[in-house]
C-alpha cells in the first residue's frame, strides 16, 4: 500500500490549481502532443456525488480534464452564495483523481475560458441536454465559442443532486421563520409557475414617469482631523455616476417588460441627456421634457472607499414646480398617451415634476396606475401618497405610510387599510427593510414575505427594483403572495449593487429563485 502523507498531498492540489493563461499555454502543449483536451465549468459551490459521477464520466472523452469555475464577484445566486470561497472551491476540485488541472476564471460565463483552453470536448451534464431549460441562455454561447475552437459539446448521463437543494435542506442559511416560509410557498407554485407568470409579462405595455436623477459616488479615505477645524478630512479617489429616480426604475422594468417607455423632465441648463441614453436598457424608450430655468437633479454621495458607509451628501436641484409652458406641454403629451399604456408606473420623488395638474390627469386617465411617492431630505413631510386621488397598486415604505396616517406608532396593518380604501387602491405593498414586505389587497388580505439578504452593499434603489418588478406583476394579475416572494427577491438582489450600477437582470432573478425554491 503506498502510503502519501498529508503535505504531498496539499503539494499536488496546489500544483493542479493554475490561471486561465497558464490553462491556455498547457493544453496547447498538450495537444501539440496528441491529447485530447476535456473541459467542463461551473460554480461548484458544494461538490457532491452529482458532481464527481459527472466529472468521472467527462474523463472518458478524452485524455486530460481540465475544470474551470466561476470566481465569487460573477456567482449571481443571490446572497449568501457561493457558500465556499474560489479558493476553496477550486482546492476542493483539484483534490479529485479525475481531475488534471483547475483554474478559477474571472468572468461570469464560460466563453473566455473555452476560447482559451480550446477543449476538443466540452462537457455538461444532463440538465443542460434541454437548452431550452437553460434560463441563462449561455449554453448557445458555450456551444458557439466550442465549435469555433474545433471541439464539441457532449453531454453526460448519469444521477443528478442540486447543490441549491442540498444547501437549502442541510445548511442554515436563513433562519427557520424564513425556511418555514419557503416550503410553504414551494407547496403552491412551483419555479416553472413562476417563470411562466413573469413570461407574461412581456406583453404589456408598460410607461414610467417621474424625477431624473443622476447619482454620484465620490469615494473617499478618511486621513484625520483637520488641525484648524473639528471635521475630518478625506481624500478623494474615484467617482462613478449612476442613471437613477425614474430611469432607475424603467431600466428594472424594462428586465420583465418587451418595452418600457420612459417620460421624464430635464434641466435645460445641465440636462446630462447623452449620459442618461447611454445608461438606458435597450428596450426602453425616452421622451424628454425639458425645464428651461434649471438643471437635472444631481445627489453626490461621498463614500468610503473600503466600505458602503456614505459620509455626507451634496443635492444640485431646482424643485420648483414646473413653469405652466412646461407643465402645458406634459399635460397635452399624457391626455394624448396615457390610454395607450396597459400599466403607469409612476416614481415621483417630490422635485417638482409631477405637479397636481399632471397628478389629476394620471388619476383619471391611467387604465392601471401604480404609485411610488417617495420621502426624501428636500421633501420630508410634504411628499404624500395621499396627494393622488386614486391608484391601482401603491407601494411605499414603512417611515412614508406613517407620515401619509400622521401615525407614528399606530398598527402598521390598520394604517395600510387606511391607504388602501382612501385611494381605492386594489393592492397596497409596503416595503420594510430587513423585516420583508408586507401587502395587502380586499381579496387576498395580508401577505407578509421575509427579506432574503443578510449582506448589504447599498440600500439605495433597493426599494425601486421592488416597486418595478411588483407593478407588472400585479398589473398582470400574478398571485399576491408570489408577487411578494418575487419583489423581496429582487430587494435582496438589488441591496448587492452599488448604487444603481445596474438593474437587477431577469437572469439573476431566476437563479436565485431557482435557488430559493429548491427543497
Known amino acids: 500500500m503506498v502510503r502519501v502523507s498529508g503535505e504531498s498531498l496539499l503539494r499536488e492540489i496546489a500544483r493542479k490549481i493554475k490561471t486561465l493563461g497558464e490553462l491556455a499555454k498547457i493544453s496547447r ?3 501539440a502532443r ?3 483536451i476535456v ?11 452529482g458532481h464527481i459521477r459527472h466529472l468521472a464520466a467527462a474523463k472518458k472523452h478524452g485524455d486530460v480534464l481540465i475544470v474551470t469555475l466561476t470566481k465569487d464577484r460573477h456567482v449571481k445566486r443571490g446572497p449568501g452564495r457561493p457558500i465556499f470561497n474560489e479558493h476553496l472551491r477550486a482546492e476542493t476540485l483539484a483534490s479529485l483523481a479525475a481531475v488534471e488541472y483547475v483554474a478559477a476564471v474571472d468572468y461570469p460565463t464560460a466563453v473566455e475560458a473555452i476560447r482559451a483552453i480550446r477543449p476538443d470536448f466540452y462537457v455538461k451534464g444532463q440538465d443542460y441536454s434541454d437548452r431550452k431549460k437553460d434560463v441563462t441562455g449561455k449554453i448557445y454561447d458555450e456551444e458557439k465559442a466550442v465549435k469555433a475552437s474545433g471541439g464539441r459539446v457532449v453531454f453526460t448521463d448519469d444521477i443528478t443532486f442540486s447543490s441549491s437543494a442540498l444547501i437549502n435542506r442541510h445548511m442554515e442559511v436563513y433562519p427557520p421563520e424564513t425556511v418555514s416560509y419557503l416550503k410553504r410557498l414551494v407547496k403552491r407554485y412551483s419555479v416553472e409557475d413562476a417563470l411562466g407568470r413573469m413570461a407574461d409579462l412581456k406583453k404589456l405595455k408598460v410607461l414610467v414617469i417621474g424625477d431624473a436623477i443622476i447619482d454620484q459616488y465620490h469615494y473617499c479615505r478618511p486621513m484625520a482631523k483637520s488641525s484648524k477645524e473639528p471635521i475630518v478630512v478625506n481624500k478623494y479617489l474615484s467617482e462613478e455616476s449612476f442613471a437613477g429616480g425614474a430611469i432607475a426604475t424603467a431600466n428594472h422594468a424594462a428586465q420583465v417588460c418587451g418595452r418600457v417607455d420612459l417620460v421624464t423632465v430635464l434641466g435645460k441648463k445641465e440636462p446630462f441627456e447623452r449620459f442618461i441614453r447611454t445608461h438606458l436598457g435597450p428596450n426602453v424608450a425616452p421622451r424628454f421634457f425639458y425645464r428651461g430655468d434649471g438643471r437635472t437633479t444631481v445627489k453626490r454621495r461621498f463614500v468610503h472607499s473600503e466600505s458602503p458607509q456614505k459620509f455626507f451628501e451634496v443635492c444640485y436641484m431646482d424643485d420648483a414646480p414646473l413653469a405652466s409652458a412646461e407643465e402645458q406641454r406634459l399635460a397635452v403629451y399624457l391626455n394624448a398617451n ?8 409612476v416614481n415621483d420623488f417630490g422635485h417638482g415634476m409631477l405637479t397636481p395638474r399632471l397628478i389629476e390627469i394620471l388619476c383619471r386617465k391611467s387604465r392601471f396606475l401604480a404609485l411610488n411617492v417617495q420621502t426624501n431630505s428636500a421633501n420630508l413631510g410634504f411628499n404624500l401618497v395621499t396627494k393622488y386621488g386614486r391608484a391601482d397598486f401603491v407601494c411605499i415604505d414603512e417611515f412614508e405610510m406613517r407620515l401619509a396616517t400622521r401615525e407614528r406608532s399606530a398598527n402598521l396593518k390598520d394604517l395600510v387599510r387606511r391607504i388602501q380604501k382612501k385611494l381605492r387602491a386594489r393592492v397596497v405593498a409596503v416595503t420594510r427593510g430587513k423585516d420583508g414586505a408586507l401587502c395587502y389587497s380586499a381579496a387576498s388580505a395580508f401577505t407578509e414575505a421575509p427579506a432574503f439578504s443578510y449582506h448589504i452593499v447599498d440600500k439605495v434603489g433597493a426599494g425601486d427594483a421592488f416597486f418595478a418588478y411588483t407593478a407588472p406583476c400585479f ?13 423581496n427577491a429582487v430587494g435582496s438582489l438589488a441591496v448587492q449593487i452599488m448604487g444603481n450600477r445596474e438593474p437587477v437582470k431577469v437572469v439573476d432573478l431566476v437563479k436565485f429563485m431557482t435557488r430559493l425554491l429548491k427543497f
Open 475 to 487: 398589473a398582470a394579475g400574478v398571485p399576491q403572495d408570489l408577487t411578494a416572494f418575487i419583489g
Open 34 to 36: 496528441g491529447k485530447k
Open 338 to 345: 396615457l390610454k395607450r399604456y396597459d400599466l403607469v408606473i
Open 39 to 49: 473541459h467542463c465549468h461551473g460554480v461548484y459551490d458544494l461538490v457532491h456525488p
Open 29 to 31: 502543449d498538450l495537444k
